[in-house]
């Protein structure tokens, strides 16, 4: 796993250091069976990976005893970690399988990374926000994900250097597409995002030879992208 900076002052969630990844099957099994199966999702990967990972291990310590509940929940800086059933459908929206290499602009609490990673996806994700940036690499190393690759940044203008992706994910909201995004899919690839300010939808955009094709699915409700995107959208208003 790499990471731009590290600060041993900052600590994974209190959960992770001791969460074995058998703790909490019942919960995790029932959150699978009534939360995501029932809504539509069949994947077995995606639903594997669901029932494996330690979602209490990824939220802070007054939180976990409502990881496995059919919500967001705060994880401080004002940021959230989405509800089940949404990590669940961008993740099945993004088409994503063993291999793949994929760029989750917006780390958060790294539960998204974590889910992608169990998956077999080749992770590379960005965290704007440095404490986030630097627990959620410190809650990855102790679980044993040491094969995504973490950095703190500005998600906007994705990863370059590592272009192109089989799948992009965007967990916080900018209110039009970031450009740079879309040319850093591969070509049969997806952009997953939620777009727009105060009404937001999950968009998928998917690359062929020819271009872009966009389909927009359900209403949501994310953080706003925050960075370089508000200072552009600034010189377009």
């Not at 250091?17 to 809504?39: G, H, K, L, P, Y």
Request: charged residues 20%.
């Amino acid at each position: 796993m790499s990471c731009g900076q590290h600060n041993a002052s900052v600590r994974p969630n209190a959960a992770a250091s001791t969460a074995a990844f058998s703790d909490r099957n019942a919960e995790r099994d029932a959150m699978v069976r009534e939360q995501i199966e029932s809504r539509g999702i069949s994947q077995k990967a995606l639903l594997d990976a669901l029932r494996k990972v330690p979602r209490h291990a990824f939220v802070p310590e007054a939180y976990q005893d409502l990881a496995y509940a059919d919500g967001p929940l705060p994880i401080d800086w004002d940021q959230t970690i989405s509800q089940p059933y949404i990590v669940a459908l961008m993740t099945s929206l993004a088409q994503i399988e063993p291999g793949d290499k994929v760029l989750e602009v917006g780390t958060g609490s790294a539960y998204q990374a974590a889910i992608l990673s169990s998956m077999g996806a080749e992770v590379y994700t960005i965290e704007i926000v440095e404490g986030l940036a630097l627990r959620a690499r410190a809650t990855l190393e102790v679980l044993g994900y040491t094969d995504v690759h973490a950095i703190q940044g500005d998600g906007y203008a994705g990863w370059p250097s590592e272009a192109p992706f089989d799948a992009i994910i965007v967990t916080a909201a900018p209110p039009y597409v970031p450009p740079a995004l879309k040319e850093q899919l591969q070509t049969g690839g997806r952009l997953v995002i939620p777009v727009g300010v105060g009404h937001q939808k999950l968009v998928v955009i998917e690359r062929d030879k020819t271009g872009f094709s966009e389909k927009e699915h359900i209403p949501v409700s994310f953080v706003p992208m925050t960075g370089q995107i508000q200072e552009s959208e600034k010189l377009r208003d």
